[in-house]
């Protein structure tokens, strides 16, 4: 529902060929549908991880297109050296473009559907040229979703224009979709937000979200929106913008802009909030975590630095972390 993180992220196993050219978001708003929860009620938890992309690890060979069921149970027991993630995966439909990769996912809880937004295909397989997906695509979970051969990747009409590596998430509450960041054709930063409406299937433009004196436009950053004050938005971090962290007010459409944090998080970190006012921030790959509270807002406190992240925050294990 509201507490979505939609992120780009390269934690799970090798084996499941998952890296951060991919599109990932989680949500806990996914319905216990029959044809899911009779498969795989022994890992249905409370979050759901959607996987949509190709990776750039042997040249665009690898791909994912799956949901990933996490036993939620595992993080209530911390300082087990020898516990580990119990999760299972669901495989969906493949995206209709041949080699994607860099898009962002989000899911809309009150309409059980998951976009893809964003990103580039190769039309020839993994040679160049790339072409970016300019269109929104989305994926019902209202429709037949145990005939896999006619439950399929939808293109939208919906323009957006070229965005690499962009973020986003869905705000039930507005019944929107916000699309922050990434870039175009020309490896230039998109300053505007889209604000796309999903029950209308039509989409606007919103404030420029851009950093300093410089314009600069978030790409592969995290992004996250509060579940405790439904009008609210932060993205943060990214290959530009590696300290810089933005609040985003859906109702009076604005942008402020947060402390810098300590840190960088260059390649897509995850935000997230506890509590109603503390904002974390976190990369495995750069193995970093901040906190800012938000009732001062005056500067973020390093929760974990150069460790290994999961294992010390959490007590459970990553692959990078064996």
């Known amino acids: 529902g509201s507490n979505d993180v939609s992120w780009n992220a390269s934690f799970w196993t090798q084996d499941w060929k998952i890296n951060d050219n991919m599109g990932v978001c989680s949500t806990t708003g996914l319905q216990r549908y029959p044809e899911i929860f009779s498969k795989y009620h022994h ?12 990776g750039h690890t042997g040249g665009y060979e690898e791909k994912c297109f799956c949901a990933i069921f996490v036993d939620t149970n595992i993080l209530a027991k911390q300082n087990e050296a020898s516990q580990k993630f119990n999760a299972d995966r669901w495989e969906l439909p493949h995206h209709p473009l041949r080699k994607m990769g860099s898009n962002a996912l989000a899911f809309s809880s009150q309409h059980q559907m998951l976009f893809s937004v964003g990103g580039f295909y190769y039309p020839a397989g993994h040679q160049k040229p790339k072409k970016h997906i300019t269109n929104l695509y989305c994926l019902d979970f209202k429709e037949d979703i145990d005939n896999i051969v006619t439950w399929k ?4 009409q919906t323009s957006i224009g ?24 020309r490896n230039k930063g998109q300053q505007s937000m889209l604000i796309y409406d999903v029950q209308h299937d039509e989409i606007r433009k919103g404030v420029d979200c851009t950093i300093g004196k410089d314009n600069l436009c978030f790409h592969q950053a995290g992004i996250v929106n509060n579940q405790y004050s439904t009008d609210e938005i932060y993205v943060g971090g990214g290959s530009d913008t590696a300290q810089s962290v933005q609040l985003f007010d859906a109702q009076k459409n604005k942008c402020y802009s947060l402390p810098n944090t ?17 904002l974390y921030i976190a990369s495995h790959i750069e193995r970093c975590c901040e906190c800012l509270d938000l009732r001062q807002s005056t500067r973020w406190n390093i929760v974990h630095d150069k460790g290994t992240l999961f294992t010390d925050l959490l007590g459970v294990y990553s692959v990078h972390d064996r």
């Open 43 to 54: 890992v249905f938890g409370s979050v759901v991880l959607f996987v949509c992309g190709h």
């Open 153 to 156: 990747w939808k293109q939208l």
């Open 262 to 278: 300590t840190l960088n998080y260059v390649t897509n970190p995850v935000l997230w909030l506890e509590d109603g006012y503390k």
């Open 162 to 185: 070229a965005r690499e590596s962009p973020a986003s998430v869905v705000i039930e509450k507005h019944n929107k979709l916000f699309i922050v960041g990434g870039k175009n054709e």
